[in-house]
Antibody
Framework: EVQLVESGGGLVKPGGSLRLSCAAS????????MNWVRQAPGKGLEWVSS????????YYADSVKGRFTISRDNAKNSLYLQMDSLRAEDTAVYYC????????????WGQGTLVTVSS | DVVMTQSPLSLPVTLGQPASISCRSS???????????LNWFQQRPGQSPRRLIY???NRDSGVPDRFSGSGSGTDFTLKISRVEAEDVGVYYC??????????FGQGTKLEIK
């Protein structure tokens, strides 16, 4: 069974940093592209960042470019999101999501971790 | 970026009746390989999103066959043949043809009348 478990969320002050993790199990993590998607309270879904299986292709939404860094450790079956220079508008539930094999994105999602940016 | 526009944004439906959600893109979602990368997601209250449909009409494993996707080019539809109580939630369309970025519709909230 595919499982994605996010952790690392919490309360942080504007300008601060946080590192999210996503632990994957139930599939060959090293073979799949992975993503982060966020959802502000009461709002819709927003794609944040993507990384391919070998970390050679990395993409970011304009809203986080230069502040967030996606990475992965295939030996540890883990995906990460380093978030720096956080702003109030980054407050959201952050989900990790797996891409499928057939150019089909977000076939499995984690339960999410809440990041709150507030003074 | 491709803008995805859903309608309606709120959809009250009587149990057992059909429901339909429209999704329009600001440009054609046909990719150079001939496929159309339009996806539908369901988010039940308090839960993570779940993918229902990919490439316009392909149902994910475990998705009931009362859910169906159709459309082409810039106009797409998610249909529920007979709404059940467990279908309550917010439905999102998302394009993955012209990415990055992946772009979602605003969401359609389905409720029982």
């Amino acid at each position: 069974e595919v499982q994605l478990v996010e952790s690392g969320g919490g309360l942080v002050k504007p300008g601060g940093s946080l590192r999210l993790s996503c632990a994957a199990s139930g599939f060959t993590f090293s073979s799949y592209s992975m993503n982060w998607v966020r959802q502000a309270p009461g709002k819709g879904l927003e794609w944040v960042s993507s990384i391919n299986s070998g970390s050679s292709y990395i993409y970011y939404a304009d809203s986080v470019k230069g502040r967030f860094t996606i990475s992965r450790d295939n030996a540890k079956n883990s995906l990460y999101l380093q978030m720096d220079s956080l702003r109030a508008e980054d407050t959201a539930v952050y989900y990790c999501a797996r891409d499928g094999w057939d150019l089909d994105p977000f076939d499995y999602w984690g339960q999410g971790t809440l990041v709150t940016v507030s003074s | 970026d491709v803008v995805m526009t859903q309608s309606p944004l709120s959809l009250p439906v009587t149990l057992g009746q059909p429901a339909s959600i429209s999704c329009r893109s600001s440009q054609s979602l046909v990719y150079i390989d001939g496929n159309t990368y339009l996806n539908w997601f369901q988010q039940r209250p308090g839960q993570s999103p779940r993918r229902l449909i990919y490439k316009v009409s392909n149902r994910d494993s475990g998705v009931p066959d009362r859910f169906s996707g159709s459309g082409s080019g810039t106009d797409f539809t998610l249909k529920i043949s007979r709404v059940e109580a467990e279908d309550v939630g917010v439905y999102y369309c998302m394009q993955s043809t012209h990415w990055p970025p992946y772009t979602f519709g605003q969401g359609t909230k389905l409720e029982i009348k």
